[in-house]
């Protein structure tokens, strides 16, 4: 049987996907143009960091959000985070190291079903993270050190550079170990230590309310946070099987940083 390639996060195979040859980031380039009009993912690199920086999906045209993307990337202020959140990312990016951007995407079927294309999104990113052990530095808000972030248009406050006490790149979960990653129900899944299972009706507050809406006859991944701005407090997984209910913790630390190229 043919593995997946999950490590060749450059690959025009990644993760069984068909991904694009690698295009060159430019808002005053043609190459872009040769990008589906479909629904699909992207993914972002830069010729001074090691790995992908961003990895993005939508249900739109593939082509448009790409160019939403780079809208005033190389201008002289830091655009506003829409209507691409990254795009203040990859502005800092180009003020810390120039120009050097490449995109790559891919548009499978599945991308036409918005949860099967956030599906995939996450997928990829998670396999960034173990492949890399490094959290993508365009995705979930992050900047590069030293910058604070734009605000959205309407609140007319624009990122620049800052005091690196300041700087809007913060602490992550480490990547999973992987270990055991077939056994969903059993006590050391993926690596974690997780609790004797315990049926929905036993278990207090601290478990979040849109668990006791699940049904019991629907197996299901689920996770709760109070950390998707302040990481500093405890992140709660747990897994729904037929009402049995088993948790583990996730505490926040810090990895590896983003890897610079080294030209020397």
């Known amino acids: 049987m043919e593995l997946m390639n999950e490590a060749g996060v ?4 990644w993760a069984d996907l068909e991904w694009s040859p690698w ?20 993914r972002v690199r830069h010729d001074a960091y090691e790995g992908l ?3 993005g999906e939508t249900g739109r045209s593939l082509r448009g959000r790409i160019r939403s993307l780079i809208r005033n990337v190389f201008e002289t202020e830091m655009p506003y985070s829409d209507p691409h959140t990254a795009s203040p990312s ?22 036409t079903d918005k949860q099967q294309r956030k599906a995939i999104e996450d997928a990829l990113i998670a396999l960034h993270r173990r492949e890399t052990r490094t959290n993508l ?3 979930f808000g992050r900047m590069p050190p030293g910058y604070s972030k734009s605000k959205q248009r309407s ?14 790149f ?19 899944w993926m690596g974690l230590s997780w609790s004797t299972p315990t049926r929905l009706s036993e278990l207090d507050s601290t478990v979040p309310a849109e668990v006791a809406s699940i049904d019991s006859g629907i197996p299901m991944l689920c996770h709760h946070s109070n950390t998707l701005v302040n990481q500093s407090r405890l992140a709660i997984a747990c897994v729904v099987t037929n009402a049995i209910v088993t948790r583990t ?4 630390t810090r990895l590896r940083k983003p890897s610079l190229r080294n030209f020397s």
């Open 170 to 188: 913060q602490d992550g979960i480490d990547p999973l170990t992987w270990e055991n990653p077939d056994g969903l129900t059993d006590a050391d």
């Open 23 to 42: 295009l060159q980031l430019d808002a005053d380039g043609d190459e872009l143009s040769t990008l589906s009009t479909d629904a699909g993912l992207y």
């Open 155 to 168: 609140a007319g406050i624009r990122g620049n550079r800052t005091d690196a006490n300041q700087r809007s």
């Open 90 to 111: 990859l502005w800092a990016i180009v003020d810390q190291h120039g120009p050097g951007f490449e995109i790559s995407g891919a548009t499978p079927p599945a991308a």
């Open 10 to 13: 450059y690959d025009p195979d």
């Open 137 to 139: 530095i365009g995705n």
């Open 53 to 55: 920086i961003y990895i």
């Open 249 to 252: 913790s996730l505490y926040p």
